[in-house]
Each structure stands twice: as C-alpha cells, then as structure tokens.
C-alpha cells in the first residue's frame, strides 16, 4: 500500500506544512566582488547555474587560473569584500547585450569597457590600478568564466537564497540595521521562521513555473558581511555574532536546479511533495 504524503524535516517546529515561501527579490553578481543587479525575473536552466552570476573576476595577481582546465581557485586570489572592502564604493552594472562592464565612483562614471575584448578588459584594469594599488599583490586581470564555470565560493554555490527572516533576527543580535545584501544572495524569500532554511537542506523546492531546486547545503559567512553594502565600512561582526548567539557561521542556503523553469519577484516555492512506501 502506498500513501501519497508531504515529506518533511522538522527541526524546533520552524516549518509547517502550509507555509508559502515567496520571492522578495533576484539579484545577479556578475562580476565577484563587485556590486549587485536586481532582477524582475529570471529563467533558471538545469544543472546549470544562476543566469549571469560571478561571470567573471578581477585576479588580484598571478592566481594559476587556467581557462582550458578551469578549477575553483580560493576567493583570496581575487578582488573581493572579505579583504577589499573598497570594492563596495563602486557601483557597477554588466549589459549582456554589448558584453560591456560600467564602473561609477562618487555617482558618475569612471571606467567602462568591453569584457569580450583586450582593449575593454585592459581599460577595467587599468582602473583598479589606480583605485586601490596598495591593495594589490601583482598586476589586476579580468578573468572570464568559461562555460559550466563561475566564480562562486562554493565549488557546488549553483544559486543561493537568503531568508530575510533570518536577517531581521540577526539585526536584533548585533543591535543595527542589517543590509540582506550583505550576504550577496541570487533570492531573497519572506515565509519562513528565522533560520528555518536550514531545515530545508535535502529537500527539493518547486515554483508554479515547473521550476525544482534541491536544497544541498548552508552557507558559512566569512568576513564580507562585514563590510556596508553601501559605504564599504567595515562596522560590523557577523560571523562572530552568528557563532556566539547561534553556535554556527551559517546564513542561508544553497540549491541546485533540479529542473528549469522560470522565477519572478512575488512567486511562490513549495515544498515537493514525496511518496511514501508503507
């Protein structure tokens, strides 16, 4: 006999059944380190990873990265917040349709130039010479993802979710404000109990689209949070206030996409349901 059932990992009652989970917002990094671009939808691809996410990174000096056999290399061979917070007073955006990278500092713009090319790629070098050489181990280059690849953390970081729940929580911890892009996460969800996403972990979440991503693991939080969003001050201490009041480093979660489909501000995630064998 078979019964058709919800399956469910319970931890502290944090998730019930009936509960929805809905996309407060999208965001893409397309280049590491660098500033977010706000998403109205996106269409998730199989095995694949979030659409133009960490296409590219800035090599702070030789970093052995090879483009014919590329292999996860540790952030700290490139630009980013954890050790540049600098990074944070730029404000950049990536058109896809002219592969062109845009730099503003101080509201209005000081580089530009088109990644698919060696003159547009020595141009955004060129800038970074100049805007933190102290920060810089060897000569700045622009890297390239090649395809299947990205410049994640994590080897398996296809797309990451971030409960803004959580975050609220951990504002009344560290007693301030907390920017959820701190946490440089592709979706943002409303729906869930604070921490709750962790008991998400080795399920698979469904979207009205047809959309499956399975749950694979939490993310633990380095020193980038740290640092505003916004003024690239450093005036926070996350990872120490999630260990001291939690036990853990950990805010928010890894998926894989399961199955393609498309995503929208306002959607909607369920939980898969699974059957049971009695």
Do not use: W
């Amino acid at each position: 006999m078979a019964l058709a059932s919800t399956l469910l990992v319970l931890s502290g009652n944090r998730i019930h059944g009936s509960m929805t989970i809905r996309i407060a917002s999208l965001q893409r990094y397309p280049v590491k380190g660098l500033s977010p671009e706000t998403l109205s939808s996106v269409a998730l691809t199989k095995g694949d990873y979030f659409p133009g996410d960490r296409l590219f990174a800035i090599e702070n000096g030789p970093a052995g990265f090879e483009p014919d056999n590329p292999q996860h290399q540790p952030k700290i061979k490139f630009l980013m917040l954890m050790r540049n917070e600098s990074l944070a007073r730029l404000k950049t955006r990536y058109i896809d349709s002219i592969t062109t990278l845009f730099i503003e500092q101080g509201g209005r713009e000081v580089a530009r130039g088109d990644l698919s090319t060696p003159e547009g790629r020595l141009a955004i070098e060129a800038y970074f010479r100049r805007f933190m050489p102290k920060e810089l181990r060897g000569p700045p280059k622009v890297l390239t993802a090649p395809q299947g690849f990205r410049f994640t953390d994590s080897r398996r970081g296809f797309v990451s979710l971030i409960n803004l729940a959580s975050v609220r929580e951990l504002e009344n911890v560290v007693g301030a404000p907390v920017d959820p892009l701190r946490f440089r996460g592709n979706i943002h969800v409303e729906g869930l109990a604070p921490f709750a996403e962790f008991d998400l972990v080795g399920q698979v979440l469904t979207a009205p689209s047809g959309l499956r991503l399975k749950v694979t693991k939490r993310i633990e939080r380095c020193a980038a949070t740290n640092v505003d969003p916004d003024t690239g001050i450093r005036d926070l201490e996350i990872p120490k206030s999630l260990m001291k009041a939690y036990g853990h480093f950990d805010c928010g979660i890894y998926a894989e996409v399961m199955s393609g489909g498309s995503l929208q501000e306002g959607d909607s995630l369920e939980r898969e349901q699974a059957t049971l064998a009695l």
